[in-house]
């Protein structure tokens, strides 16, 4: 507990800085708030192509205040950009990355964006021809997307605390996750955490990235700083009297397409999940869970039922605050961004609605 509350205690000093005095995202405004959340976007060429398509459908939203991207910046058939590997690798795809942080400039609102698991985890896997080493993936990510830890990308830029700032100083290592991040707004607290797919990196790295050692101290490494980030979060949300807290992750840890015979598994969030579970329970409020990564839209609250598909998966009580969207993906018709509006006054806190941004990119989107 003690490690905890330097955690958080880091954390809101962070918030007191002068870089928050004059917040324009409304630190302390009771009002409602709306916000785009997206995900497994674009995926391949025709989608980055057409990336305008999204854009211009967000971007004409007055009332979109930030956009959340919850992964997945190519399919998982896709080569990896091997833009930390010199000489690189003759199968990857140096600029892609580039590309799509080009398009993540042309929001105009800001933009926060945790990584997936076809980003950096599943590199080594032959449908992405072998084309990273997963380490090396996650430092060019890091590198290009989070050059400038505490500022948002999109045209509009928002400060935020990652965990490259807020780490607690008990644990030094942390302050390698400047992917993960916390702000918040209109009483609500935002937390970002590297959760990916791929049962959270537990699927064995093959052919030459082979490293069992070193993909074991990744998971671990990550996991020990994923849960010190989350019971920051809480205890901020505690400390501030948030009225809700938004956790944005990769991956979906309820997929069923996961459990089914061969398939990856789910086993490897459960500690995650429960840990959620226990946090979520004390905190008293509603909290609502973004992820992308099964492509295929869905809303609900997988934990309120023990006896429930979803809650034997994880073995957790009955948590009745805890609501899960998994957004569309962008390879699935309708071709839909979520529209997420949150309001603590109101009960439901949380609302929203998907948006089809269009029917066709040969056509004018309405």
Same mark, same amino acid.
């Given at each position: 507990m003690k490690?905890?509350?330097?955690?958080?205690?880091?954390?809101?000093?962070? #918030?007191?800085?002068?870089? #928050?005095?004059?917040?324009?995202?409304d630190f302390d405004s009771n009002g409602a708030l709306t916000l785009a959340v997206i995900?497994?976007?674009?995926?391949?060429?025709?989608?980055?192509?057409n990336a305008g398509l999204l854009t211009a459908s967000v971007n004409a939203d007055r009332h979109v205040r930030f956009l959340i991207h919850v992964g997945d910046i190519h399919s998982g058939s896709q080569p990896c950009t091997s833009a930390a590997i010199l000489p690189p690798i003759a199968t990857s795809n140096p600029g892609w990355n580039q590309a799509v942080f080009q398009r993540f400039q042309q929001f105009n609102v800001p933009v926060v964006y945790t990584p997936g698991d076809n980003e950096w985890t599943d590199c080594h896997k032959s449908k992405e021809k072998s084309a990273g080493d997963p380490l090396k993936e996650l430092a060019a990510v890091r590198g290009l997307f989070f050059s400038r830890p505490g500022i948002t990308l999109g045209r509009s830029e928002m400060p935020v605390i990652t965990q490259a700032h807020? #780490?607690?100083r008990a644990f030094p290592s942390d302050a390698q996750f400047v992917e993960n991040a916390i702000w918040m707004s209109s009483r609500v607290l935002f937390v970002t955490l590297n959760?990916?797919?791929?049962?959270?990196?537990?699927v064995a790295w093959t052919g030459t990235f082979a490293n069992s050692a070193a993909q074991a101290q990744e998971v671990q490494t990550r996991d020990a700083a994923n849960g010190r980030w989350l019971d920051a979060a809480f205890d901020l949300a505690a400390d501030t009297h948030a009225k809700a807290l938004v956790l944005a992750i990769q991956a979906d840890m309820w997929d069923p397409a996961a459990v089914a015979s061969g398939a990856d598994g789910l086993n490897a969030y459960t500690p995650f999940v429960q840990h959620l579970a226990t946090r979520t329970l004390a905190f008293g409020r509603p909290v609502l869970l973004l992820n992308g990564d099964s492509h295929l839209y869905e809303a609900d609250q997988p934990l309120a039922d023990p006896n429930s598909p979803t809650g034997r998966i994880h073995n957790t009580p009955a948590v009745g605050n805890l609501t899960r969207i998994t957004v569309q993906g962008s390879t699935n018709a309708p071709a839909e961004w979520l529209r997420l509006t949150i309001d603590t006054s109101h009960t439901p806190a949380f609302t929203w609605t998907n948006v089809p941004y269009c029917a066709d990119p040969n056509t004018q989107c309405q």
């Amino acid at each position: 507990m003690k490690m905890r509350l330097l955690a958080a205690a880091a954390i809101a000093a962070c #918030f007191a800085a002068p870089v #928050f005095a004059d917040n324009s995202h409304d630190f302390d405004s009771n009002g409602a708030l709306t916000l785009a959340v997206i995900g497994d976007w674009p995926y391949n060429n025709l989608l980055l192509d057409n990336a305008g398509l999204l854009t211009a459908s967000v971007n004409a939203d007055r009332h979109v205040r930030f956009l959340i991207h919850v992964g997945d910046i190519h399919s998982g058939s896709q080569p990896c950009t091997s833009a930390a590997i010199l000489p690189p690798i003759a199968t990857s795809n140096p600029g892609w990355n580039q590309a799509v942080f080009q398009r993540f400039q042309q929001f105009n609102v800001p933009v926060v964006y945790t990584p997936g698991d076809n980003e950096w985890t599943d590199c080594h896997k032959s449908k992405e021809k072998s084309a990273g080493d997963p380490l090396k993936e996650l430092a060019a990510v890091r590198g290009l997307f989070f050059s400038r830890p505490g500022i948002t990308l999109g045209r509009s830029e928002m400060p935020v605390i990652t965990q490259a700032h807020g #780490f607690d100083r008990a644990f030094p290592s942390d302050a390698q996750f400047v992917e993960n991040a916390i702000w918040m707004s209109s009483r609500v607290l935002f937390v970002t955490l590297n959760v990916p797919g791929s049962n959270n990196d537990t699927v064995a790295w093959t052919g030459t990235f082979a490293n069992s050692a070193a993909q074991a101290q990744e998971v671990q490494t990550r996991d020990a700083a994923n849960g010190r980030w989350l019971d920051a979060a809480f205890d901020l949300a505690a400390d501030t009297h948030a009225k809700a807290l938004v956790l944005a992750i990769q991956a979906d840890m309820w997929d069923p397409a996961a459990v089914a015979s061969g398939a990856d598994g789910l086993n490897a969030y459960t500690p995650f999940v429960q840990h959620l579970a226990t946090r979520t329970l004390a905190f008293g409020r509603p909290v609502l869970l973004l992820n992308g990564d099964s492509h295929l839209y869905e809303a609900d609250q997988p934990l309120a039922d023990p006896n429930s598909p979803t809650g034997r998966i994880h073995n957790t009580p009955a948590v009745g605050n805890l609501t899960r969207i998994t957004v569309q993906g962008s390879t699935n018709a309708p071709a839909e961004w979520l529209r997420l509006t949150i309001d603590t006054s109101h009960t439901p806190a949380f609302t929203w609605t998907n948006v089809p941004y269009c029917a066709d990119p040969n056509t004018q989107c309405q």
